[in-house]
């Protein structure tokens, strides 16, 4: 007998509708692997729409049309994949044309390092505003009489980073201004105390989360609402005039409250083991060990001071004292709001206590815009967190990093959409390793800084790439004059954030954060590699009827 066979189930001409059925799978799979599942625009490659400033662009699927985006993502991948060791976040948008151009872990939260000021310099612009100004005040509680003045003399700050050359020529410059307003209020003594007030500011003068071995830095100065010469001073070390004498320590400027153990000795012979510095915190003394030679050349280090505001005092009543202005009392400093004269000072201003308090002169410091060029092209710390404070005291009622990150927290969320958990803000320079952010979360803030009045302030103020006074990378390349980007450098993190112009004019938004490389300088130069090729990328802009976002 013959066997027949069963096809159980199958219909008649079944077969080939599974066939084609397989086939059509097949096709859907080959397309969206060929498909980058980056990103991007909502409307078809060929219609695009203009982008929503102030919005980052829907994730879909891109259609295959466009070889130059195609190309510039094959490229890009190669770039980062590589790097096995370490996290990357990194998003890569059209501000022209609202499309994601390339990303990797965009809402990744990772440490930002240096790129937090950009986030400050957002809220900075938005809270205070560009022409936002610093004020310092000489008040007392004393009447003048005769050339006396009888009572103390206060120097009131409310948070100015800037009483130094860096704005004023010279460093005593503001100190001179106000010393002699009180020579043309006819005053040459002072029968009181010379008070700094740094009252304006509360709580720690150091990030909570700084590494302690930094502190002794430049870079992790302490913040002050009085501050003087960035509040550090350079310690100079030379040899002795004989063999056997101890090492001369000389500061500039006089008045850091520095204590010494000069154990150190200068010799005739090769120095064993060389002169070396030690301080290991900035409240600590200073030690002195080791050999110098007669002959050798002075040594030079800047330390921070431990006392920002008895600092700031001591360089005034220097000055005071050099203009012939006899101060007979003592010179001490204030910052417990309870123990100021000027009670309950305004944001602004200091207004009157129940003594009567008298307004003798005030200095009002540059605008603000000048002051975030300071914070993104030399990327200071103190600045940046200076800001953060006021930010922290005039939105908020309380000068201190807290308040401070608490004011920049909720301009992420209310104003720029970011979502909780992408971010952590801990201090307003990047300094701390406990800040987190992603590559998304500062596209994001971008794009929402291009759809704001402050466009302009906010990208002058970064540093531009091929300058010498800017962004000093990227030299003799097609970024060069063109990225203006803020960098972040910490131990194991690197990242680069700004925009650039493409090869047709196209503005290009982006962000690349890396955590746990082996080796920063490595890290830079894929952020470098990335920043050259999205300046080399040749597509068509926008059709005219289309209109650029921010464009004229």
């Known amino acids: 007998m013959q066997e027949r066979s069963v096809d159980w189930g199958r219909r008649p001409g079944s077969f080939s509708l599974v066939i084609v059925a397989g086939v059509f799978l097949i096709a859907l799979a080959w397309i969206f692997l060929r498909t980058d599942t980056q990103i991007v625009q909502s409307a078809p490659p060929d219609t695009p729409a203009t982008p929503e400033i102030g919005r980052r662009p829907a994730a879909v699927l891109v259609a295959p049309r466009d070889p130059a985006l195609a190309e510039l993502r094959r490229d890009l991948r190669h770039e980062?994949?590589?790097?096995?060791?370490?996290?990357?976040?990194?998003?890569?948008?059209?501000l022209d044309r609202g499309d994601t151009l390339f990303s990797v872990l965009p809402d990744e939260p990772l440490v930002p390092a240096s790129n937090m000021k950009l986030i400050t310099t957002a809220a900075a612009l938005h809270h205070l505003g560009r022409d936002y100004r610093f004020q310092t005040f000489l008040m007392s509680d004393g009447r003048i009489v005769g050339d006396e003045l009888q009572g103390d003399l206060v120097l009131y700050g409310t948070g100015d980073p800037g009483l130094s050359e860096r704005f004023h020529g010279r460093r005593e410059s503001v100190f001179e201004a106000l010393a002699d307003s009180l020579l043309q209020l006819g005053i040459r003594s002072v029968n009181g105390d010379l008070v700094g007030d740094g009252s304006y500011f509360r709580g720690p003068l150091l990030g909570p989360a700084w590494d302690p071995a930094d502190l002794n830095e430049w870079f992790a100065a302490p913040v002050s609402a009085l501050s003087f010469n960035e509040n550090v001073v350079t310690i100079q070390i030379s040899p002795a005039a004989v063999s056997g004498g101890l090492p001369v320590v000389t500061e500039d400027p006089s008045g850091g409250g520095f204590l010494y153990r000069n154990s150190a000795r200068t010799v005739q012979r090769r120095p064993r083991p060389r002169l070396w510095l030690e301080r290991l915190?900035?409240?600590?003394?200073?030690?002195?060990?080791?050999?110098?030679?007669?002959?050798?050349?002075?040594i030079w280090r800047r330390l921070t001071v431990a006392d920002p505001v008895l600092f700031s005092a001591r360089g005034f009543a220097a000055v005071l004292e050099e203009k012939g202005i006899v101060v007979r009392g003592r010179v001490r400093a204030v910052e417990d709001g309870r123990r100021s004269l000027i009670a309950g000072p305004t944001l602004w201003a200091p207004?009157?206590?129940?003594?009567?308090?008298e307004s003798l002169a005030v200095h009002e410091s540059p605008p603000l815009s000048?002051?975030?060029?300071?914070?993104?092209?030399?990327?200071?710390?103190?600045?940046a967190e200076a800001i953060l404070k006021t930010l922290g005291r005039v939105v908020r009622g309380e000068g201190s990093f807290e308040e401070g990150a608490r004011v920049v927290e909720?301009?992420?969320?209310?104003?720029?959409?970011?979502?909780?958990?992408?971010?952590?803000?801990?201090?307003?320079?990047?300094?701390?390793?406990?800040?987190?952010?992603?590559?998304?979360?500062?596209?994001?803030?971008?794009?929402?800084?291009?759809?704001?009045e402050d466009w302009d302030s906010f990208v002058s103020s970064l540093p531009e790439a091929g300058r010498r006074s800017g962004l000093r990378r990227l030299y003799r390349t097609t970024?060069?004059?063109?990225?203006?980007?803020?960098?972040?450098?910490?131990?194991?993190?690197?990242?680069?954030?700004?925009?650039?112009?493409?090869?047709?004019?196209?503005?290009?938004?982006?962000?690349?954060?890396?955590?746990?490389?082996?080796?920063?300088?490595?890290?830079?130069?894929?952020?470098?590699?990335?920043?050259?090729?999205?300046?080399e990328l040749d597509r068509p802009l926008l059709s005219a009827g289309a209109g650029a976002p921010g464009g004229d």
Not at 80 to 94: F, I, M, T
Not at 283 to 295: P, T, Y
Not at 427 to 449: E, H, R
């Open 281 to 298: 915190a900035p409240m600590d003394s200073i030690r002195l060990e080791g050999e110098v030679n007669l002959s050798d050349r002075p």
């Open 80 to 94: 980062v994949p590589e790097w096995r060791s370490g996290k990357w976040s990194a998003l890569v948008v059209s």
């Open 410 to 452: 909720r301009f992420l969320r209310e104003e720029v959409g970011v979502q909780p958990g992408v971010t952590e803000v801990f201090d307003g320079s990047g300094l701390s390793s406990q800040n987190i952010a992603s590559a998304g979360a500062f596209v994001d803030l971008l794009l929402y800084m291009a759809g704001s």
């Open 370 to 383: 000048e002051y975030l060029s300071v914070v993104n092209h030399v990327s200071h710390n103190l600045f």
């Open 351 to 357: 207004r009157r206590s129940e003594t009567t308090l």
């Open 479 to 535: 970024a060069a004059g063109n990225l203006r980007a803020k960098t972040g450098t910490i131990e194991g993190v690197s990242a680069l954030t700004g925009i650039v112009e493409s090869k047709t004019g196209e503005r290009i938004l982006f962000s690349i954060l890396a955590n746990g490389v082996r080796s920063t300088s490595a890290a830079k130069r894929v952020e470098d590699r990335i920043a050259v090729r999205l300046a």
